[in-house]
């Protein structure tokens, strides 16, 4: 199975920051990729799919970049709402897998 | 308003059978594969399987963690996705979330349920 990633696990930031995560994959996955966003006892959200395109009614300020093997979302400025967990997903083949999770957390 | 709701979640103890289901209303279920995807306490999400819509065959595909022992159905009369769960054992133990997933030409699960929890001990 491929294994995804992510770094880093866990990262501290104040409303207004830039927030960038990244998600490796163990092989190339061209721009099969996901971003993921869980608030705490909530499902998950979708933000991007197929590495850089917008999930409808996601703000602008998440932005997904990568192919291959690298991948990266952005939080252009990061705003309270946006204080969560984010997964990555490679959908390149099956099994599925998630990236280990990055937890933003308010500074 | 798409909504999905998962039940049949239960305190169980390992080698039984649990079948968890979710219902979905506000949309087409039979133009939609459908995903399970868990996720262990305090810990990341792992996905479990999907079954694709019967236009693209209704055939599944799971994790290597559960492959032979749990099963996806769908009944598009009811809108209803099944998750039959044999030979339970303790790693089983998460809450179950299902999401309505788009296959191409990407896999995305765009909707989801809030979960149910499914807890396997002796």
């Known amino acids: 199975a491929i294994q995804m990633t992510q770094s880093p ?23 099969d990729l996901g971003w993921y966003q869980q608030k705490p006892g909530k499902a998950p959200k ?14 602008s300020r998440f932005r997904g970049s990568g192919s291959g093997t690298d991948f ?18 490679q959908e390149y ?15 | 308003e798409v909504q999905l709701v998962e039940s049949g979640g239960d305190l169980i103890q390992p080698g039984r059978s649990l079948r968890l289901s979710c219902k979905v209303s506000g949309f087409t279920f039979g133009s939609y594969a459908m995903s399970w995807v868990r996720q ?21 595909e799971f994790a290597a963690s559960v492959k032979g022992r749990f099963t996806i159905s769908r009944d598009d009369s009811k809108s209803i996705a099944y998750l039959q769960m044999n030979s339970l ?34």
């Not at chain 2, 262990?40 to 065959?57: C, D, N, Q």
Request: charge should be positive; hydrophobic fraction near 35%.
């Open chain 1, 9 to 31: 696990s866990s990262l501290s930031a104040s409303v207004g920051d830039r927030v960038t995560i990244t998600c490796r994959a163990s092989q190339g996955i061209r721009n």
């Open chain 1, 46 to 59: 979708l933000l991007i799919y197929a590495a850089s395109s917008l999930q409808s009614g996601v703000p």
């Open chain 1, 72 to 89: 990266t979302l952005t939080i252009s400025s990061l705003q309270p709402e946006d204080f969560a967990t984010y997964f990555c997903l």
């Open chain 1, 93 to 107: 083949n099956y099994p599925l897998t998630f990236g280990g999770g990055t937890k933003v957390e308010i500074k």
């Open chain 2, 40 to 60: 262990t306490p305090g810990k990341g999400l792992e996905w479990v399987g999907f079954i694709r819509s019967k236009a693209y065959g209704g055939t599944t």
């Open chain 2, 89 to 122: 054992k303790t790693e089983d133990t998460a809450v179950y979330f299902c999401a309505r997933t788009v296959t191409m030409p990407h896999y995305y699960m765009d909707v989801w349920g809030t979960g149910t929890t499914v807890t396997v001990s002796s």
